[in-house]
């Protein structure tokens, strides 16, 4: 049984630029997060999505979208790249949003 | 909103010995989850352990277990019998419960398991 599944693995990307993130869910989940982890930082919420809709939304500018595809896979964009979006980006997947399984993440630079 | 403290940046435990890790947090709920995370160098993050604020005893898991003080707000994490793969950052979780609820993590603990 595949886990969650993030690409791609690293990505270097220049300020002004947008970049486009993909994850997988666990097999038989259906909310996907998304969490942006900044060195040395705990994880911090971005958004949720479920049947293809953003359920909850944290703290973060509307640089920041995503969505969700039938299959439950999704997609996190975020455009204009600023420095300080360099970060880990971390996918998890959940069934009923009770456990979270978390994928390995995609580390973005920004230069 | 929730916060989740982790007052402890780094830690080291030799191999075999036992070691504790703090968390601390603030909600006015009176029901929540709360966890452990483990996240190695291949960044992947792991479920370590699972607390549910509604039941007073403590979760256990093999060598993981924790001390869970409701009215202090406290969640510590204890490693029996550390080994040199439980060398990681773990963080400290909260959730509320229902649908679309999001993880608050806390800032995490460095630990490092010498030999």
């Known amino acids: 049984d595949a886990g969650v599944t993030q690409s791609p693995t690293h990505l270097i990307k220049t300020r002004g630029q947008q970049v486009t993130l993909r994850c997988s869910p666990k097999?038989?989940?259906?909310?996907v997060s998304w969490y942006q982890q900044a060195l040395g930082q705990g994880p911090q919420f971005i958004f949720q999505?479920?049947?293809?809709?953003?359920?909850q939304r944290g703290n973060f500018p509307d640089r920041f979208s995503g969505h969700q595809f039938p299959n439950y896979s999704s997609e996190l964009n975020v455009n204009a790249l600023l420095l300080g979006d360099s970060a880990l980006y971390l996918c998890?997947?959940?069934?009923?949003?009770?456990?979270?399984?978390f994928g390995p993440g995609t580390r973005l630079t920004v230069t | 909103a929730q916060t989740v403290t982790q007052s402890q940046p780094e830690m080291s435990v030799q191999e075999a010995e036992t070691v504790t890790l703090s968390c601390t947090y603030d909600?006015?709920?009176?029901?929540?989850?709360l966890f452990w995370y483990k996240q190695p160098p291949s960044r992947q993050m792991i479920l370590v352990i699972r607390?549910?604020?509604?039941?007073?005893q403590n979760a256990t898991e093999n060598r993981f277990s924790v001390n869970f003080q409701k009215a202090a707000k406290s969640f510590s994490l204890k490693i029996s019998d550390s080994q040199l793969g439980d060398a990681a950052m773990y963080f400290c979780?909260?959730?509320?419960?229902?649908?679309?609820?999001?993880?608050?993590f806390g800032p995490g603990t460095r630990l490092s398991v010498l030999p």
């Open positions: 998890a997947s959940s069934l009923l949003a009770l456990e979270q399984y």
């Open positions: 097999s038989g989940h259906d909310t």
């Open positions: 999505y479920y049947e293809e809709e953003e359920r």
């Open positions: 909600t006015s709920e009176s029901d929540y989850y």
């Open positions: 607390q549910e604020a509604y039941k007073q």
């Open positions: 979780a909260y959730r509320r419960p229902g649908l679309g609820q999001n993880f608050v």
